[in-house]
């Protein structure tokens, strides 16, 4: 299977350097490039391709409403948001929109193919400090105060069951791994996923409930009930 892809970046250095990257590998086609959200919309419409490398800050229709319509109109196509740590603000814009994850622009390329090949496999593409910044931009838009992570002070204390916590079936299935004893590896090779995603997905599951350390969270876990 060929994997067809759409960037749309108004940078032209950026969007001839993704080009490059994405075109030497043997399962995935650059079908056409944009330079703005509205460009991008009515190439997808052309080609239905089967993802979209989509940047935030563009001219004329930006990244976050680009992808809410095409995600409406052709949901059968993916995206993926390219961001920077400056953009972190617009992570849960973009979630409600419809992204299927995001990559941080200075990855490195190898790691970039693998992000798209995993999106395709129906993975959610997030790096651990964009994880991390969601949880807390999540926290604060339901009017709650983020649940702090144990460090030296208060560590081995209760986490708070009274707080209401949704976890992704993706989630549920590495929690249920995890409360069996897995390691990230195990649970990697067990789901037919990279360790990094499997690191991922752990690190949201434990800036959720508010801790770092595993055994901890296991033992939270196994008390809770999943929502």
């Known amino acids: 299977?060929?994997?067809?892809?759409?960037?749309?970046?108004?940078?032209?250095?950026?969007?001839?350097?993704?080009?490059?990257?994405?075109?030497?590998?043997?399962?995935?086609?650059?079908?056409?490039?944009?330079?703005?959200?509205?460009?991008?919309?009515?190439?997808?419409?052309?080609?239905?391709?089967?993802?979209?490398?989509?940047?935030?800050?563009?001219?004329v229709m930006d990244g976050i409403a680009s992808t809410r319509l095409i995600r409406k109109e052709f949901p059968g196509t993916l995206v993926l948001v390219l961001t920077t740590f400056a953009e972190d603000d617009y992570i849960v814009d973009a979630l409600a929109g419809g992204a299927c994850g995001f990559l941080l622009k200075d990855m490195p390329g190898d790691r970039l193919l693998q992000a798209i090949r995993e999106a395709i496999r129906g993975e959610l593409m997030m790096p651990t400090a964009i994880a991390s910044k969601l949880a807390e931009r999540i926290a604060m838009l339901s009017g709650k105060e983020p649940v702090k992570k144990k460090g030296s002070e208060g560590r081995g204390a209760a986490l708070d069951k009274t707080i209401p916590i949704r976890f992704?079936?993706?989630?549920?299935?590495?929690?249920?791994l995890m409360m069996e004893g897995m390691t990230n590896r195990e649970i990697a090779g067990k789901l037919f996923m990279s360790e990094g995603t499997v690191?991922?997905?752990?690190?949201?599951?434990?800036?959720?409930?508010?801790?770092?350390?595993?055994?901890?969270?296991?033992?939270?876990?196994?008390?809770?009930?999943?929502?």
């Open 1 to 59: 299977m060929t994997i067809r892809i759409i960037i749309a970046d108004d940078q032209t250095l950026m969007r001839d350097g993704l080009q490059t990257i994405v075109q030497l590998e043997d399962d995935m086609q650059v079908v056409a490039t944009a330079e703005n959200g509205s460009e991008a919309y009515e190439l997808v419409k052309l080609h239905q391709p089967d993802l979209v490398l989509m940047d935030i800050r563009m001219p």
């Open 199 to 227: 690191k991922n997905y752990v690190s949201t599951i434990y800036d959720k409930i508010g801790t770092n350390d595993r055994t901890q969270a296991v033992l939270w876990l196994k008390d809770m009930t999943l929502l």
């Open 168 to 176: 992704t079936d993706r989630e549920k299935t590495v929690i249920a």
